[in-house]
């Protein structure tokens, strides 16, 4: 190089990793998170099997445990909390659905808990990269069952636009089982209280005697 | 206004300090040979008539047969803009060019993206990786010749990507 000699802005200090001071540090982390990235994409290549619910024969029917089951399913689908996360842009009308005007507090469901242990559902808002995939698998991981996953969406639900990208997951039943998959995009927060308000009337048919909520 | 440098005025002031490091000019471009890139670079942050010092943006474009590396400097002490080239990685073969992040620190992400999708190597880059995608992933993205997963699927299925091709 001609001119006055520059200096490194890093300042690699003599004797040091040849690689460089920052990267001696980060490269190493970021391979073990390549690794898990890959170790997902390589073993979620098949879709969970949506989690529907049976009906039961008329023998089971002939048990009746209704009234513990009403009060259990009552109680769960009356105070839904969803996890607090946000992928893209659907979040935004998931956050307007929480605002006044569409009032998620109707349905017991106000408080978006900020921490997976407290929530019971997981609004998948947005698109999903396989980057991320392995986070989001982890929050799902911990929550406590019953738990209950709304794909909204349609890179959620299917990659939607980016189906066939090099990072996107190609719909998010190929990380976590998802109980009700919610159209558009972005979808209303009108599509997505009816969304939700299906997952109600899902919450209100688990029985002690059949299947009960958290069974997978 | 920003003074916009024409390419062929600029060559000819890089000439002026750095002879035979310009390969050719047009409109508002200067193509300059990769070997030459930090002499030239760093003339034009630090000599008066310039005083770029701003990398505005760096990336680059995949045209098949050679690559091409964008450099948009911007100079606020001067006001002016100019555009820089450099042909690299001809016949695909290893695309390679000198870092510019000793000059300015703001090429350090720019550089690594375009390592990551793009492929190209940047010699003497401090840190020197992926920024988007992660560590172990196969390939760089945005070349011309990637085939993504999904589509190395469908090509290879029966009936897959040829007949869908037909079908067009």
Known sequence: MTGPKLIDPYGTPAGADPRGALQSITLDLDRTEGESVNKMKSTHLEPFPDPVLEVPDDLKRSVIVSSVDYLLNWARKSSVFPLQSGLACCSFEMISAAMARFDLARFGMEALRASPRQADLLIVAGTLTWKMA??????????????????????????????????????VNHIMPVDVYV???????????????QLHDKIRRYSLNGQAAGQE | ???????????????????????????????????????????????????????????????????????????????????????????????????????????????????????????????????????GYPGHPLRKDYVTYDQSIASTAPGGADSLEGAE
């Not at chain 1, 929050?139 to 066939?164: F, H, K, N």
């Not at chain 2, 070997?35 to 034009?44: A, D, F, H």
């Not at chain 2, 000198?98 to 492929?119: K, N």
Request: aromatic share 10%.
């Open chain 1, 134 to 171: 392995v986070p989001l698998r982890r929050l799902y991981d911990q929550m406590a069952e019953p738990r209950w996953v709304i794909s909204m969406g349609v890179c959620a639900t299917s990659g939607g636009p980016y189906y066939q990208s090099y990072s996107v997951v190609p719909g």
């Open chain 1, 183 to 197: 159209p558009g995009c972005p979808p209303r927060p009108d599509a997505l209280l009816y969304g939700i308000m």
């Open chain 2, 1 to 135: 206004m920003t003074t916009v440098w024409s390419g062929d005025a600029l060559a000819e002031a890089i000439e002026a300090f750095a002879p035979g490091s310009v390969e050719s000019s047009a409109g508002s471009d200067v193509w300059l040979k990769p070997e030459s890139i930090s002499t030239v670079c760093e003339g034009l942050k630090i000599r008066s008539e310039f005083k770029f010092d701003l990398l505005s943006s760096l990336t680059a474009v995949d045209y098949i047969d050679h690559f091409e590396v964008v450099y948009h400097l911007t100079s606020l002490p001067m006001n002016a803009s100019a555009v820089l080239k450099s042909r690299v990685g001809h016949g695909r073969t290893e695309a390679s060019i000198a870092s510019v992040v000793p000059i300015w620190r703001g090429a350090d992400y720019q550089e690594r993206e375009v390592w990551d999708l793009m492929g190209i190597r940047f010699d003497g880059h401090p840190n020197h990786k992926r920024i988007m995608l992660w560590e």
